[in-house]
């Protein structure tokens, strides 16, 4: 099984407020171009839910539901894989105070189930959940930064330019899109 881990602190943010908006997953697909699309299904009261993912993975798209258990008291969420593209999946996210600041550590362990491919497939996903993780996570608060780890905060910073880029794009396109039709109309 690989694992992959990322920690990211949340300036001058409460740790109570950082969980509130950690396990607002519904908000995940504005931040990261990756991931495609998250539906939250909760469940009776706020302890436990249930989610499912869309997120880009090389050509194609991986997809998995997940039971989602928020323990509000101890500012963690446990969440494992009932179905999908995983053989196994499973992590947790912990929220704890550090100062002013709040740490906001992710921690999964996956295993696609194709040994023969371990070697290929396993790297890239880990280095997909950690940037992934970094940019959402880090985005979701006025100032947060990954810690511990340079290359992983460059490529959060690289990320969250191309994902800036893809939304100025979008909005041009949306924009000419909004003007052709009155353009056409004015032609006729």
Do not use: C
């Not at 300036?11 to 939250?40: H, N, Q």
């Amino acid at each position: 099984m690989r694992s992959a881990q990322v920690t990211i602190r949340a300036v001058a943010v409460e740790p109570g407020e950082a969980f509130d908006r950690v396990k607002d997953f519904a908000t995940y697909p504005g931040f990261s171009p990756v991931v495609r699309s998250v539906t939250v299904l909760q469940s009776t009261g706020d302890e436990e839910g249930h989610s499912d993912w869309e997120v880009y993975f090389r050509n194609g798209i991986l997809r998995w539901s997940e039971t989602d258990t928020f323990d509000r008291a101890n500012l963690a969420i446990a969440f494992t894989q009932i179905d999908g593209d995983f053989a196994a999946f499973t992590g947790t996210w912990q929220v704890r105070a550090d100062g002013d600041d709040s740490l906001i550590d992710f921690y999964t362990e996956f295993d696609f189930g194709i040994p023969s491919l371990a070697g290929i497939l396993d790297p890239v996903a880990e280095r997909v959940f950690r940037e992934t993780i970094g940019l959402v996570v880090s985005s979701l608060f006025g100032k947060a930064e990954v810690e511990g780890d340079e290359a992983l905060v460059r490529a959060v910073e690289i990320a969250r330019e191309r994902a800036q880029e893809m939304r100025a794009q979008e909005a041009e396109q949306e924009q000419a899109q909004a003007q052709a039709p009155a353009m056409t109309a004015g032609t006729g």
